[in-house]
């Protein structure tokens, strides 16, 4: 995959209008979470977000945990 042109919607962002998911009761009712995105997964963990997949191409450093307005666990 190749990555010609940064998107102009980001998909994790700090502050949200409303919210329709609580991730919180989520981990408090042990649901298995992923995020599934055009460029890798997360899993949901009781700490944060985990990167558990990168896809053939992208750079995870550059195309992924540098572009994110939080740390996730690798």
Partial sequence: MTICKEGEISKFVENVSSVSFSAKRAIEN???VLYV???C????TPKGL???EVYP????KKDIIDRL???VEV
């Fill in 41 to 44: 997964v997360f899993r949901l």
């Fill in 69 to 71: 307005p939080f740390e």
């Fill in 30 to 32: 042990g649901q298995k």
């Fill in 57 to 60: 191409g992208v750079d995870m």
């Fill in 50 to 52: 985990k990167l558990i």
């Fill in 37 to 39: 995105t055009e460029r």
